[in-house]
C-alpha cells in the first residue's frame, strides 16, 4: 500500500505545499516515498528527506525535468509507478498539469483537489465553485489523486529518509521549455502566508493598487491577493488570482478590499480563519462570510488602518 | 489546419447551485445552462486563429445530451464551421470524454485541439491532459497566448509563480485560461445561419470509447457554512477586535 507523492520545489528549495499534501497522504497510508524532479535539485530533496513520516526520497534529474515539462515528467511518474498503489500530488500549477496525464496514462480516473481523507480509497472534494462537497470512492487499481492543501497542514520537520537517485524516462521530445516571468517579491507566498490582503475591481488603476494595497501588506508582513477582475483589469499579476480558478487559499486572516464576494471568489478563500471585508456597499455578498466588516471608501479606511498599526 | 474544440454545456457560471435534500446530487431541474466558459474562451481563440489565416476549419464537439446541441449551435453562431454531438445522457468523467476525444481526433485528424482548461460544473482540470496522454501529444495548459509558427506552437501558461512560455511540436493540445482572450458575442444574422451548418450526431461507441464511470460517488452535501459576522464602526474597532477577540494580530 505504498504511496508515491510528488514534490513540489524550485529545484533550490522545497515548496511547503509538499509538506502538506504528505500529510494528506499520510492519512492515506504510513509508506509515503517522496519523488524530487528536477535539475540541481539535490537541496530539495534533502529538504524532502527532513519531512516527518517520509520513508525514502526519489531524485530523479535531467536538463527536460528542470522545469517539470509535463510530458518527460509523466514519462518518469508513468516508469516508478509499478511500485506503489497510489500517486499524490499537491494540486498546483505544476501538479494540476502531470497527475492527469499520468492518470491517462496508467488508464485509471483522476480525484482532483482532495480536501479530506475519508477512507484510503474515500475522499470528499469540492464542485461547483465550493457550492457542494462530493464524497468520492475509487477502486481504481492506482489510485491518482490531487491534493487541496489550504485543507491540510504541513507536515513537521523530524525525520531523517535516505535519497535515492533514479533515472529519468525517455523524454517523449515534443516540448522544451522557453522561458519563465515569474513575480519577484520579498512578500510571503499567497499559499503559506498567515495574512493575506486583498485588492478587487474597486482599487481602479495598477498605481492605485499598488499605492494603497501594498504599503499595508508590507506593514502587515502579508502576502497579496486579488479578484479576478482586478487581474483582468491589469491592476495585478495573474499569479495573485485568489478563487475557484486561480489559488485556494485558509490564512489565518484575509482581508478583502473593494471585492464584491462573487461565489467564484469564495471559493478561494471562505475556509480563512478570519475574514475582513471593507467594501462601499452594505449589500456586498462579501459581507454574508466576513467576520468583520467595514462599510466605507476604502481609499480613506486602508490608509487610517496602516496608520493604527 | 484543422482546429478541434470541445465544448462543454455546464450550469451558468452565475448559478449558485443548491445540493438535493437526499444527498443524491445538485439540483439541475430547471438551472439555466451555459457553455463552460472556459470552452467559449478555446472558441474565440480558434476563430481569431482562423481570421488570422493560420487555420482553415473550427470544428466543435460535445459529449453530452441531445440539449448539448444548444452549446454546439452557440459556438457555430461564434464562428465554428461544423459540429459533432456525442450523445450520452448520464455523465461522462473526464478520462471517459478523454477517450471519445481521442477517436474523434483520429478520425478528423486536427492538427490543434484548443479546450477549455476547467469545467466549471466538475472543477475537474483533467480532460485536456489526459487527452494530451492518450495522443502522446504535447500540452500546453492554462494558455494565456498562443502564438502557432510552422509546426509548433508557442504556448504562455499561466502558473503559480507568474507565466511559463513552453514551444510545443504539432499537433498539440492547449486548454484556456481566463486571460486568453475576450470571447465576442453572436450577432442575430450569424445565429440564424449557424442553424444551417451541419450538426453530426454520434455515439461513443462509434469511437471504440468506453466511458462507464469509474469513480462512485458516495454523497453530495452542503459546504460548511460560515455566517455573516459583526459589521465594526470605525477603523480602531476594527483593530481592537483583531488584536483581542480574534487574536490574529
Ligand atoms: C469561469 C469563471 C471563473 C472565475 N474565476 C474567478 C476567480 O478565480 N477569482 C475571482 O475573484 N473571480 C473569478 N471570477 C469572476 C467573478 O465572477 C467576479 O466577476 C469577480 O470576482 C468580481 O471581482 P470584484 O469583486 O473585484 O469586482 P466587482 O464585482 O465589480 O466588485 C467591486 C466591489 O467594490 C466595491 N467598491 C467600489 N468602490 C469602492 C470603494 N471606493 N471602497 C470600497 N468598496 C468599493 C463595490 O461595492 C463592489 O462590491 C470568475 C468568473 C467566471 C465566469
Ligand atoms: N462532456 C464534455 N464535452 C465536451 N468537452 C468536454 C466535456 N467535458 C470536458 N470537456 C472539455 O474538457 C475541459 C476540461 O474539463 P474538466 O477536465 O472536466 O475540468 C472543458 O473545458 C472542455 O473543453
Same mark, same amino acid.
Given at each position: 500500500?505504498?504511496?508515491?507523492?510528488?514534490?513540489?520545489?524550485?529545484?533550490?528549495?522545497?515548496?511547503?505545499?509538499?509538506?502538506?499534501?504528505?500529510?494528506?497522504?499520510?492519512?492515506?497510508?504510513?509508506?509515503?516515498?517522496?519523488?524530487?524532479?528536477?535539475?540541481?535539485?539535490?537541496?530539495?530533496?534533502?529538504?524532502?528527506?527532513?519531512?516527518?513520516?517520509?520513508?525514502?526520497?526519489?531524485?530523479?534529474?535531467?536538463?527536460?525535468?528542470?522545469?517539470?515539462?509535463?510530458?518527460?515528467?509523466?514519462?518518469?511518474?508513468?516508469?516508478?509507478?509499478?511500485?506503489?498503489?497510489?500517486?499524490?500530488?499537491?494540486?498546483?500549477?505544476?501538479?494540476?498539469?502531470?497527475?492527469?496525464?499520468?492518470?491517462?496514462?496508467?488508464?485509471?480516473?483522476?480525484?482532483?483537489?482532495?480536501?479530506?481523507?475519508?477512507?484510503?480509497?474515500?475522499?470528499?472534494?469540492?464542485?461547483?465553485?465550493?457550492?457542494?462537497?462530493?464524497?468520492?470512492?475509487?477502486?481504481?487499481?492506482?489510485?491518482?489523486?490531487?491534493?487541496?492543501?489550504?485543507?491540510?497542514?504541513?507536515?513537521?520537520?523530524?525525520?531523517?529518509?535516505?535519497?535515492?537517485?533514479?533515472?529519468?524516462?525517455?523524454?517523449?521530445?515534443?516540448?522544451?521549455?522557453?522561458?519563465?516571468?515569474?513575480?519577484?517579491?520579498?512578500?510571503?507566498?499567497?499559499?503559506?502566508?498567515?495574512?493575506?490582503?486583498?485588492?478587487?475591481?474597486?482599487?481602479?488603476?495598477?498605481?492605485?493598487?499598488?499605492?494603497?494595497?501594498?504599503?499595508?501588506?508590507?506593514?502587515?508582513?502579508?502576502?497579496?491577493?486579488?479578484?479576478?477582475?482586478?487581474?483582468?483589469?491589469?491592476?495585478?499579476?495573474?499569479?495573485?488570482?485568489?478563487?475557484?480558478?486561480?489559488?485556494?487559499?485558509?490564512?489565518?486572516?484575509?482581508?478583502?478590499?473593494?471585492?464584491?464576494?462573487?461565489?467564484?471568489?469564495?471559493?478561494?478563500?471562505?475556509?480563512?480563519?478570519?475574514?475582513?471585508?471593507?467594501?462601499? $456597499?452594505?449589500?456586498?455578498?462579501?459581507?454574508?462570510?466576513?467576520?468583520?466588516?467595514?462599510?466605507?471608501?476604502?481609499?480613506?479606511?486602508?490608509?487610517?488602518?496602516?496608520?493604527?498599526? | 489546419?484543422?482546429?478541434?474544440?470541445?465544448?462543454?454545456?455546464?450550469?451558468?457560471?452565475?448559478?449558485?447551485?443548491?445540493?438535493?435534500?437526499?444527498?443524491?446530487?445538485?439540483?439541475?431541474?430547471?438551472?439555466?445552462?451555459?457553455?463552460?466558459?472556459?470552452?467559449?474562451?478555446?472558441?474565440?481563440?480558434?476563430?481569431?486563429?482562423?481570421?488570422?489565416?493560420?487555420?482553415?476549419?473550427?470544428?466543435?464537439?460535445?459529449?453530452?445530451?441531445?440539449?448539448?446541441?444548444?452549446?454546439?449551435?452557440?459556438?457555430?453562431?461564434?464562428?465554428?464551421?461544423? *459540429?459533432?454531438?456525442?450523445?450520452?445522457?448520464?455523465?461522462?468523467?473526464?478520462?471517459?470524454?478523454?477517450?471519445?476525444?481521442?477517436?474523434?481526433?483520429?478520425?478528423?485528424?486536427?492538427?490543434?485541439?484548443?479546450?477549455?482548461?476547467?469545467?466549471?460544473?466538475? $472543477?475537474?482540470?483533467?480532460?485536456?491532459?489526459?487527452?494530451? *496522454?492518450?495522443?502522446?501529444?504535447?500540452?500546453?495548459?492554462?494558455?494565456?497566448?498562443? /502564438?502557432?509558427?510552422?509546426?509548433?506552437?508557442?504556448?504562455?501558461? /499561466?502558473?503559480?509563480?507568474?507565466?511559463?512560455?513552453?514551444?510545443?511540436?504539432?499537433?498539440?493540445?492547449?486548454?484556456? $485560461?481566463?486571460?486568453?482572450?475576450?470571447?465576442?458575442?453572436?450577432?442575430?444574422?450569424?445565429?440564424?445561419?449557424?442553424?444551417?451548418?451541419?450538426?453530426?450526431?454520434?455515439?461513443? *461507441?462509434?469511437?471504440?470509447?468506453?466511458?462507464?464511470?469509474?469513480?462512485?460517488?458516495?454523497?453530495?452535501?452542503?459546504?460548511?457554512?460560515?455566517?455573516?459576522?459583526?459589521?465594526?464602526?470605525?477603523?480602531?474597532?476594527?483593530?481592537?477586535?483583531?488584536?483581542?477577540?480574534?487574536?490574529?494580530?
Amino acid at each position: 500500500m505504498a504511496i508515491l507523492l510528488i514534490a513540489e520545489h524550485d529545484n533550490a528549495s522545497l515548496s511547503d505545499q509538499t509538506a502538506k499534501a504528505l500529510s494528506a497522504a499520510l492519512q492515506i497510508g504510513p509508506d509515503v516515498d517522496v519523488l524530487v524532479a528536477g535539475k540541481g535539485a539535490k537541496a530539495a530533496a534533502d529538504a524532502a528527506a527532513k519531512l516527518k513520516g517520509v520513508r525514502k526520497v526519489l531524485l530523479a534529474e535531467a536538463d527536460e525535468l528542470a522545469e517539470r515539462l509535463a510530458e518527460p515528467f509523466a514519462a518518469l511518474i508513468v516508469s516508478l509507478a509499478g511500485n506503489y498503489d497510489t500517486i499524490v500530488a499537491p494540486a498546483t500549477s505544476s501538479g494540476k498539469n502531470v497527475a492527469p496525464r499520468v492518470a491517462a496514462l496508467l488508464d485509471v480516473a483522476q480525484v482532483s483537489e482532495i480536501i479530506e481523507v475519508v477512507s484510503p480509497d474515500t475522499f470528499k472534494r469540492p464542485i461547483y465553485a465550493g457550492n457542494a462537497i462530493q464524497t468520492v470512492q475509487s477502486t481504481e487499481p492506482k489510485k491518482v489523486i490531487t491534493v487541496r492543501t489550504a485543507s491540510f497542514q504541513a507536515a513537521p520537520e523530524g525525520g531523517s529518509a535516505t535519497v535515492e537517485n533514479v533515472s529519468a524516462a525517455a523524454n517523449p521530445g515534443v516540448s522544451s521549455f522557453v522561458e519563465n516571468k515569474l513575480s519577484e517579491s520579498d512578500r510571503p507566498e499567497l499559499t503559506s502566508a498567515k495574512i493575506i490582503i486583498s485588492g478587487g475591481r474597486a482599487l481602479g488603476s495598477a498605481e492605485k493598487f499598488q499605492e494603497v494595497i501594498l504599503p499595508l501588506a508590507d506593514k502587515l508582513g502579508a502576502a497579496v491577493g486579488a479578484s479576478r477582475a482586478a487581474v483582468d483589469a491589469g491592476y495585478a499579476p495573474n499569479d495573485w488570482q485568489v478563487g475557484q480558478t486561480g489559488k485556494v487559499v485558509a490564512p489565518d486572516l484575509y482581508i478583502a478590499c473593494g471585492i464584491s464576494g462573487a461565489i467564484q471568489h469564495l471559493a478561494g478563500m471562505k475556509d480563512s480563519k478570519v475574514i475582513v471585508a471593507i467594501n462601499k $456597499d452594505e449589500e456586498a455578498p462579501i459581507f454574508q462570510v466576513a467576520d468583520y466588516g467595514i462599510v466605507g471608501d476604502l481609499f480613506t479606511i486602508l490608509p487610517e488602518l496602516e496608520k493604527a498599526l | 489546419m484543422k482546429v478541434l474544440v470541445p465544448v462543454k454545456r455546464v450550469v451558468d457560471a452565475n448559478v449558485k447551485v443548491r445540493v438535493k435534500a437526499d444527498g443524491s446530487g445538485v439540483e439541475l431541474a430547471n438551472v439555466k445552462m451555459a457553455m463552460n466558459p472556459f470552452d467559449e474562451i478555446a472558441v474565440e481563440e480558434a476563430i481569431r486563429l482562423k481570421e488570422a489565416g493560420k487555420v482553415t476549419e473550427i470544428v466543435v464537439i460535445s459529449i453530452g445530451p441531445q440539449q448539448a446541441q444548444e452549446t454546439l449551435r452557440t459556438a457555430l453562431a461564434m464562428g465554428a464551421d461544423r *459540429a459533432i454531438l456525442v450523445k450520452v445522457d448520464e455523465t461522462v468523467e473526464p478520462l471517459g470524454v478523454a477517450k471519445v476525444l481521442k477517436g474523434v481526433v483520429e478520425a478528423e485528424q486536427p492538427g490543434l485541439v484548443v479546450m477549455g482548461k476547467q469545467a466549471i460544473d466538475d $472543477d475537474s482540470n483533467q480532460t485536456g491532459q489526459m487527452l494530451a *496522454a492518450l495522443l502522446g501529444w504535447a500540452q500546453g495548459t492554462f494558455a494565456s497566448k498562443v /502564438e502557432l509558427d510552422g509546426d509548433k506552437a508557442r504556448v504562455t501558461r /499561466e502558473v503559480d509563480g507568474g507565466l511559463q512560455t513552453v514551444e510545443l511540436k504539432l499537433p498539440a493540445i492547449v486548454t484556456t $485560461d481566463l486571460r486568453l482572450n475576450e470571447p465576442r458575442y453572436a450577432s442575430l444574422p450569424n445565429i440564424m445561419k449557424a442553424k444551417k451548418k451541419p450538426l453530426d450526431e454520434k455515439s461513443p *461507441a462509434d469511437f471504440g470509447a468506453d466511458v462507464a464511470p469509474r469513480l462512485k460517488v458516495v454523497k453530495t452535501e452542503e459546504p460548511g457554512g460560515r455566517k455573516a459576522g459583526v459589521k465594526v464602526g470605525s477603523v480602531a474597532e476594527l483593530v481592537d477586535k483583531l488584536k483581542n477577540e480574534a487574536g490574529v494580530l
